[in-house]
């Protein structure tokens, strides 16, 4: 998970953002009122933590991994 934010337009600018940029993020949610951004699914925890370094170093990005 990206980021998490109370205002729509916010999640909206970020995931357009990183879509142009060539990454695959989408509006995972709404949880307690907040819109929850994703970049991408994976099956292997080890890739999300992988992708999760990626992101901090291209966009300087703070993220966090989900598990279900």
Same mark, same amino acid.
């Given at each position: 998970?990206?980021?998490?934010?109370?205002?729509e !337009? *916010?999640s909206? $600018?970020?995931i357009?953002?990183?879509?142009?940029?060539?990454?695959? &993020?989408?509006?995972?949610?709404?949880? !307690? *009122?907040?819109? $929850?951004?994703?970049?991408?699914?994976?099956?292997?925890?080890?890739? &999300?933590?992988?992708?999760?370094?990626?992101?901090?170093?291209?966009?300087?990005?703070?993220?966090?991994?989900?598990?279900?």
């Open positions: 998970m990206i980021s998490s934010f109370g205002n !337009k *916010n909206s $600018r970020l357009k953002k990183l879509n142009k940029k060539g990454h695959k &993020a989408y509006k995972l949610d709404v949880h !307690k *009122n907040l819109h $929850r951004v994703a970049l991408a699914t994976y099956d292997q925890k080890e890739d &999300a933590i992988l992708a999760q370094i990626e992101i901090k170093k291209e966009e300087k990005i703070s993220s966090w991994v989900l598990t279900k």
